[in-house]
């Protein structure tokens, strides 16, 4: 990489109780070296990669999202980095925001289940933007991308589950901090001027209300680019000089530090540090072979396995009961509500069943406005009950079960149960998955480009210019 930019240490100052994670994450961001992180975390960022650029393809299926990023286009600003598969460049921090926005829209993106968090949809945009900027290689994007993956990981774990509970959403708020974090390791920032980067994202990081997600309002899918978008620009401005408070995690004697005033409650501070270099979260991802809440997964995978067994018309079915823990039947066992959208149908367990069951599969297309206006998918959705089920309760969380009781109209009784849903670390998406989800998903795109393109982004590593992959799209 280049020469380190030494950035104006500040204003030190002191966190709560003499705690340092903040300053702690900076070193472990500043010190990381993709020759020394094991193989299998080299092999699981490759991953995590295309499956990003899956989401991409998929996320352009949806008119909302096609408008962000004509929005976008619009502001006409210097061409740095490419707004992926929309067919232009812009500044870094405005493609950053695109291509969060579509890392997230079809709710299809990586995750951390003891965070509550989707690290992919601000830090993989807020890395790709800066590199592509600054003319880094692929290696030092993925490297880049480990180390934010880390900090918006180790954060959003530090405050779970009390930052959702207190009505957040850590995608994007803990996610600014994953951002700033690779953006600064893309400028070559040292230790001080990356504290500064972190403590500039806490001061821009979005709010990230969950009041939009509950609502079904489309606004939810700006929350990872609005969290790249703000960590990209608090790593410039850390380069330019600009400080951030040292402590912005842990906080001050002042009480205003991050998981001070975003948590009602005590977080643990000691998981942001905890085996810091020793044990990388990447590896506890899971992630998504279906576009929707993953609360909904073990119930679509129960579905359609079944009908992998037998063939199963709408007119022959009678009902749909689906039997899962406590938290799966209040966040996602509701029906469209009044404000019906693509958002509400993500977090709808009778609206993705009954989509599942028309279409045997559950992808970027089972979301537009053409398909949720079917009154035959209507109507089956009207047969599908979810329940809470206590056995299956007693396991939650670590077990997200559900099973799916299938009743059809001749008598027949079709039963089967998920305990752990495909893309969990006990039961991964390989690489052969994460390629055959990146094809679904890309839809009537040419088969052999895409091959080239994915065979690409999983040796990513060994490209010098970025700017062939973003090319290819």
């Not at 579509?102 to 968090?117: H, V």
């Not at 007119?315 to 749909?320: I, K, N, P, S, T």
Request: with cysteine; hydrophobic share 40%; net charge negative.
């Amino acid at each position: 990489m280049a020469s380190r930019v030494n950035c104006p240490r500040g204003n030190r100052g002191e966190g709560v109780r003499g705690l340092e994670e903040t300053r702690r994450l900076a070193g472990f961001c500043r010190s990381l070296r993709w020759e020394d992180l094991p193989e299998e975390v080299r092999k699981r960022a490759r991953i995590c990669a295309l499956d990003f650029i899956a989401n991409v393809y998929g996320s352009l299926e949806l008119a909302e999202v096609r408008a962000v990023a004509e929005f976008v286009r619009s502001l006409r600003a210097a061409p740095e980095a490419a707004a992926l598969a929309c067919g232009y460049r812009t500044a870094a921090p405005l493609a950053a925001l695109v291509n969060g926005t579509l890392a997230e829209s079809i709710e299809a993106q990586d995750g951390l289940r003891y965070g509550g968090n989707h690290p992919v949809s601000a830090v993989m945009p807020a890395a790709l933007s800066v590199a592509e900027a600054e003319g880094r290689t692929g290696r030092e994007f993925l490297e880049a991308m480990v180390a934010g993956y880390e900090v918006a990981n180790r954060v959003a774990s530090a405050v779970h589950p009390l930052h959702t509970l207190s009505g957040f959403l850590p995608t994007g708020t803990c996610g600014t901090f994953g951002a700033a974090a690779a953006a600064a390791r893309l400028l070559d920032l040292d230790e001080e001027g990356t504290l500064h980067a972190l403590g500039i994202a806490g001061y821009l990081a979005p709010l990230s209300m969950a009041e939009a997600l509950m609502g079904g309002f489309t606004a939810k899918i700006l929350q990872g680019g609005q969290g790249a978008l703000a960590g990209v620009s608090a790593a410039y401005l850390a380069r330019a000089g600009i400080t951030g408070p040292p402590y912005v995690l842990e906080g001050s004697e002042l009480k205003g530090g991050f998981t001070q005033i975003t948590v009602r409650g005590e977080p643990n501070l000691e998981r942001i540090t905890e085996g810091l270099g020793q044990r990388y979260t990447i590896l506890d991802m899971y992630l998504k072979p279906y576009s929707a809440c993953r609360h909904t997964h073990g119930a679509v995978q129960a579905l359609l396995e079944l009908l992998e067994e037998r063939e199963v018309g709408p007119a022959e079915v009678d009902r749909v009961e689906v039997y899962t823990y406590g938290m799966a039947v209040v966040a996602v066992g509701k029906g469209l509500g009044e404000n019906e959208t693509f958002v509400s149908a993500q977090f709808s367990i009778p609206y993705v069943v009954a989509a599942a069951l028309l279409d045997r599969e559950l992808g970027p297309r089972q979301l537009t406005a053409e398909r949720r206006g079917d009154p035959v998918l209507r109507e089956l959705m009207s047969r599908v009950e979810v329940k809470l089920d206590e056995d299956l309760q007693k396991v939650y969380p670590e077990k997200t079960a559900s099973r799916v009781e299938l009743s059809l109209r001749d008598g027949t009784r079709l039963v089967r149960q998920v305990d752990i849903p495909k893309g969990d670390p006990r039961d991964p998406m390989g690489e052969e998955d994460v390629k055959g989800k990146f094809f679904r998903f890309a839809g009537e795109r040419d088969r052999r480009r895409l091959e080239e393109l994915a065979e690409l982004i999983l040796r990513l590593d060994e490209v010098e210019d970025l700017g062939k992959m973003t090319d290819m799209l």
